[in-house]
C-alpha cells in the first residue's frame, strides 16, 4: 500500500519488486539521502521503531550510514539489535530492505550507525500515497477556515483519515459548502505528538452518513493544496508512529 510504513517481508520474494544490481541499488539509497527522505527503521521483531534520514552512502567502504534518532533509549536499542528492517518512500514509491547488526559511528559533528549496503532492495509503486485510517477513540480535530472573503470563522471536525496528499473529515455543521471543488482556504491540523500542519483543501468527494435518529453528518474527502515538503513530512511522521503503535498491539 503506497505510503505504507511497515516492512511487508512478502514483497521480497516477489521478483518483480525486487532489486540487485548494486547500481540501482545505489542511485535508490542516494535519491533517498538527496530528498532527506524520512526513514523508519523497525527492529525487535517491529515492536521498536527509529524515524532518522540517510546521512551518507558510502559505496566504496559498503556502507549505509543514517543519523542517530531522537530518543537514547531507541538507539540504544537498535544497536543491541540483531536484525533491522528498513522502510521509506519517495515519489510514492515504498523502499524497503532488512540488513543486520549496527554499528555506533560518527558522522560529520553529529552521531549515527552504519549498516552493511542491502544486497537486495524492493521497490513498490502505487498510484497514491498511502491514507491511514484514524484509531476508534483517537480524536484528532481539524479546523476549517470557511471562505476567504468572509469573517474569520474556524469549523471544528473530526478527522476520518490523513495521507501526505489529502484526508477525510466527518463533519455535523450546518452551513458548510460541501460541493466538489469548494477550496476552504485553511486547514489546521494538530497531529498529536508531531505538530501543527496547515494547507488549503479542496474538496474531491462527499457521502452522507447520517444514520437513523441522528442529526445530518457527511464524510468529506479533500486534497491539500500548496502543502509544503516540511508539512508533508510531519504527515509521514504522524502515520509512522499510528503504525508502529498497531504494530506492537498485533504482537
Avoid at 520474494?13 to 525486487?18: A, E, L, M, S, V
Avoid at 544490481?21 to 533517498?32: F, P, W
Avoid at 532518522?52 to 539489535?81: C, M, Q, W, Y
Avoid at 469548494?182 to 489546521?188: E, G, Q, T
Wanted: hydrophobic share 40%; charged share 25%.
Amino acid at each position: 500500500m503506497g505510503n505504507q510504513a511497515e516492512f511487508d517481508p512478502t514483497l521480497d520474494n516477489d521478483p518483480q519488486f525486487k532489486l540487485s544490481s548494486r547500481h540501482e541499488i545505489l542511485a535508490v539509497l542516494r535519491g533517498l539521502q538527496k530528498h532527506h527522505a524520512m526513514v523508519t527503521i523497525y527492529f525487535d521483531d517491529g515492536r521498536e521503531f527509529v524515524l532518522t534520514t540517510i546521512a551518507a552512502v558510502d559505496a566504496e567502504h559498503e556502507a549505509l550510514i543514517f543519523e542517530a534518532g531522537p530518543d537514547a533509549r531507541s538507539n540504544k536499542l537498535l544497536l543491541a539489535a540483531h536484525r533491522l528492517m528498513v522502510v521509506s518512500h519517495q515519489d510514492r514509491v515504498k523502499v524497503q530492505f532488512a540488513t543486520g547488526r549496527a554499528q555506533a559511528v560518527k558522522h560529520g559533528s553529529g552521531a549515527g550507525f552504519g549498516v552493511p549496503l542491502p544486497p537486495t532492495l524492493t521497490r513498490l509503486q502505487r498510484r497514491d500515497y498511502y491514507r491511514v485510517d484514524l484509531p476508534d477513540g483517537r480524536a484528532v480535530k481539524a479546523f476549517l477556515r470557511l471562505s476567504q472573503d468572509g469573517p474569520l470563522q474556524m469549523i471544528d471536525v473530526r478527522l476520518v483519515n490523513i495521507s501526505c496528499t489529502g484526508l477525510a473529515i466527518l463533519t455535523y455543521q450546518p452551513g458548510m459548502s460541501l460541493e466538489i471543488g469548494h477550496v476552504y482556504p485553511s486547514c489546521s491540523i494538530n497531529l498529536p505528538g508531531v505538530g501543527t500542519i496547515s494547507a488549503p483543501l479542496e474538496i474531491c468527494n462527499v457521502s452522507d452518513v447520517t444514520q437513523k435518529d441522528e442529526d445530518s453528518s457527511f464524510r468529506v474527502g479533500c486534497r491539500f493544496l500548496e502543502l509544503t515538503e516540511g508539512m508533508q513530512t510531519m504527515i509521514q511522521r504522524y502515520i509512522n508512529k499510528l503504525e508502529g503503535e498497531r504494530i506492537q498491539l498485533r504482537r
